[in-house]
């Protein structure tokens, strides 16, 4: 099957999965003292909570489901659906909600339905607020991840219970069945990612060999897998690390293969950036690492061309320079041309292996610094479609471009290409501020 085909497959699959839950709500609406309004809402709030309740499928790192998509494109819906889930449950509420009820003794006699709905809405509401305003809040990442599971859980299960004590919505044995089977499958996608996984991760330990420092704050960190020889990557692909932590930990640090695909060790280069990256070069070789990978869509074995454009920001260089080495263990000498931005030019990462690089290769490097050195004759400033069109060759146009750094240098790297002819199906990216 095409990717594309693919694609529509899971999306036919999605609107099927958000829509069924109506069958509940087509029964319910049955009774006679329904009016619109009231069906209105109550399929309303079956459809927001199948929307919430999938929200772990789309991030439960599953290849299938991300193959035609990208990782970063499904958490990328993962946060845009959320919106509108959150839009539905709040009309449901709205219409709902007996407002002229609203007083405190009378909350508190509240049947079970209204507070596992309240608690399911306010989980919600916290939830998205603490991922909008996650910096705003001073919230690490770390912590903020643990709450967003927790929330999440709360929200999901207080949903279904909700729902479980509206009696005409499992007043029989088979919608009792149904429901079940339902919630079995929303809380199964949790434990498969938060036990299953991590407990297979468990049986395949990893090993760090080597630690090494690079220019530019980044670590280089190579890794034995169990098998190596039967461990396999795509140049650009990237895992889930958990380095010197329990498979079962929350957090782990997506990372991409910074080495040849083509041999049997694994190399990371890990920047600087925040609590754990800065760590990373005090990482002590023999370390224990699990890994959940790899995955990813952003690979030159996807997307075969004629020859390659790489634009690459900071650390951005890791996927990227994993599909020269790999080229050029391949002996691979399709044109390749890297646009290199960083701020200076001492902290430009393995800028003396991509000289090497280019005896191997049909590779041309152009670095462009934000803080050159007096003597610089190079490009300046930021990666502009003036820059691009400058170094391109004749035939770009055919080329594939793979583009990862900063979202903002992204951003306008993209548009700066398919500003200058580059078809949109050949530009690809990778975005490391996920979250
Ligand atoms: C697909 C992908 C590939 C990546 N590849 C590389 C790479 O090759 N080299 C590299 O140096 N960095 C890479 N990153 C970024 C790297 O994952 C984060 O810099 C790192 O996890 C930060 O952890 P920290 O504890 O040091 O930072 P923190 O102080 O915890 O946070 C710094 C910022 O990093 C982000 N972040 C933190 N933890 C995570 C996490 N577990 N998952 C996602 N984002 C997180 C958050 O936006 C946070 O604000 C990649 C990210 C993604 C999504």
């Not at 991030?59 to 845009?80: E, T």
Request: contains cysteine.
């Amino acid at each position: 099957m095409t990717l594309a085909v693919r694609a529509v497959f899971w999306m036919i699959a999605y609107l099927g999965a958000v829509l069924s839950p109506l069958v509940f709500a087509v029964i319910g609406a049955s009774q006679p003292d329904h009016g619109f309004w009231t069906d209105f809402s109550v399929a309303l709030g079956f459809v927001g909570l199948a929307m919430m309740g999938l929200e772990f499928a789309l991030v439960a790192r599953f290849r299938p489901l991300a193959a035609p998509f990208g990782q970063d494109a499904l958490l990328q819906f993962h946060r845009q659906i959320g919106y509108v889930g959150l839009a539905f449950i709040l009309i449901h509420f709205a219409i709902s909600a007996r407002w002229s009820e609203l007083t405190l003794a009378k909350a508190l006699a509240a049947p079970l339905l209204v507070w596992f709905g309240m608690a399911a809405l306010l989980a919600l509401i916290v939830l998205i607020g603490t991922s909008v305003w996650r910096r705003p809040l001073r919230l690490s990442y770390e912590a903020w991840h643990v709450a967003h599971t927790v929330l999440a859980l709360v929200l999901v299960v207080g949903a279904l219970l909700h729902v479980f004590f509206v009696d005409e919505y499992v007043n029989s044995l088979w919608k009792q069945v149904l429901w079940g089977l339902m919630s079995a499958a929303f809380v199964g996608l949790l434990v498969w990612v938060r036990l299953v996984k991590p407990r297979l991760a468990l049986a395949r330990p990893w090993r760090l060999e080597r630690v090494m420092a690079e220019r530019g704050e980044t670590t280089t960190l190579v890794l034995k897998p169990p098998l190596a020889a039967k461990f396999r990557f795509e140049p650009g692909q990237f895992a889930w690390f958990a380095i010197g932590r329990s498979p079962f930990s929350i957090t782990q640090h997506p990372f991409s293969f910074s080495s040849s695909a083509e041999r049997d060790e694994v190399e990371l280069a890990v920047k600087a950036l925040g609590d754990f990256t800065s760590r990373a070069g005090e990482l002590e070789p023999g370390t224990t690492v699990y890994v959940d990978g790899p995955h990813g869509v952003f690979s030159i074995d996807q997307d075969e061309g004629p020859g390659f454009g790489l634009i690459a920001g900071g650390v951005g260089i890791a996927g990227l320079i994993s599909m020269l080495r790999t080229m050029a263990d391949r002996q691979d000498v399709r044109p390749a041309l890297l646009f290199y931005a960083n701020r200076e030019w001492d902290g430009v990462a393995f800028r003396d292996e991509l000289e090497r690089l280019k005896d191997r290769l049909t590779l041309t490097v152009v670095h462009v610094l934000e803080r050159p050195p007096e003597d610089w004759a190079g490009e300046t400033g930021y990666v502009t479609a003036e820059v691009l069109a400058r170094h391109l060759p004749p035939g770009y146009r055919r080329f594939q471009f793979f583009i990862c750094g900063p979202d903002p240098m992204m951003d306008a790297a993209e548009a700066a290409l398919i500003g200058l002819g580059v078809p949109p199906e050949r530009v690809h990216t990778e975005r490391f501020d996920m979250v």
